[in-house]
């Protein structure tokens, strides 16, 4: 498999309770490189346009509260196989159903507030890259 992208958000739950480094001790250790990383305030158009492919879903609109109630911080990752690598390491999106040592298992509050973003496939993490980043605040 070769070297791949992905990307990732630490979401507000995760960034309100001074979880970063630890979400991010979770990330090295499996074998992955933060390659880009800033701490923004997302505005809720850019919420909005992230999550578009849920906007008919019921729980929309309280997701876009969620992702725009603190700052996130936004990343690349990249390793083997990073995309599938990276979605394993998060764990289950119900926290409840998470694997033993996966972030969500570890930190997440609920299935809304999840500490963690992760792109699902190479066509959208090319895409949610590009949204946040500029190529020159990529150094792999
Ligand atoms: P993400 O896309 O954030 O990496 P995911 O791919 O595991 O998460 P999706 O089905 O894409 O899960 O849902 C996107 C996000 O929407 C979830 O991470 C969670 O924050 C929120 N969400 C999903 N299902 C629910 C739900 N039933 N109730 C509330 N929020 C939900
Ligand atoms: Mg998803």
């Given at each position: 498999m070769a070297l791949q992208r992905t990307f990732s958000i630490i979401k507000p739950d995760a960034t309100e309770r001074n979880l970063t480094g630890a979400v991010n001790a979770k990330i090295e250790e499996a074998?992955?490189?933060?390659?880009a990383q800033k701490r923004i305030q997302m505005t809720r158009g850019q919420a909005e346009t992230f999550y578009a492919v849920h906007?008919?879903?019921?729980f929309f609109g309280e997701l876009v509260d969620f992702m725009i109630s603190a700052p996130v911080v936004v990343q690349v990752l990249e390793g083997e196989d990073a995309i599938v690598k990276y979605r394993d390491v998060m764990g289950a999106t119900n926290p409840e159903q998470a694997a033993e040592g996966t972030i969500r298992k570890a930190f997440a509050k609920s299935i809304g507030e999840n500490s963690v973003h992760g792109s699902d496939a190479a066509e959208t993490a090319a895409l949610e890259i590009a949204q946040f980043f500029s190529g020159n605040e990529i150094v792999g």
């Open positions: 074998g992955l490189r933060i390659i906007k008919e879903r019921p």
